[in-house]
Nanobody, 123 residues
Framework: VQLQASGGGLVQAGGSLRLSCIAS????????MGWFRQAPGKEREFVAG????????YYAPSMRDRFTISRDDAKNTIYLEMNSLKPEDTAVYYC?????????????????WGQGTLVTVSS
């Protein structure tokens, strides 16, 4: 499985961005996908997750009201719509895919990772 994330950039506080992640390869093995982020000097943290069907979504509590994860199976793509962005949202955002079914918010619960896309929110 290969994952390619895109859509990052520079945005002012209060603005919005939509990240995309295209999956390729043996995508039939994927049961879950998700987004993580890593801010400078901090550990990578869970942002949002999505089940294979798309019916179940999971969010980190601080992002639940501002971020939306979704998928387009026809395009083998997941998205992260980010609204009301804050300077503290500045980070490299990574998409990830898991072959195991149980939901996980830790890095070890995912098997494949994209290269990351940088989001910078200016104050």
């Amino acid at each position: 499985v290969q994952l390619q994330a895109s859509g990052g950039g520079l945005v002012q506080a209060g603005g919005s961005l939509r990240l995309s992640c295209i999956a390729s390869g043996t995508i039939f093995s994927i049961n879950r996908m998700g987004w993580f982020r890593q801010a400078p000097g901090k550990e990578r943290e869970f942002v949002a997750g999505l089940s294979k069907s798309g019916k179940s979504t999971y969010y980190a509590p601080s992002m639940r009201d501002r971020f939306t994860i979704s998928r387009d199976d026809a395009k083998n793509t997941i998205y992260l719509e980010m609204n009301s962005l804050k300077p503290e949202d500045t980070a490299v955002y990574y998409c990830a895919a898991a072959t195991r079914r149980p939901h996980s918010t830790v890095e070890g619960g995912y098997d494949y990772w994209g290269q990351g896309t940088l989001v910078t929110v200016s104050s």
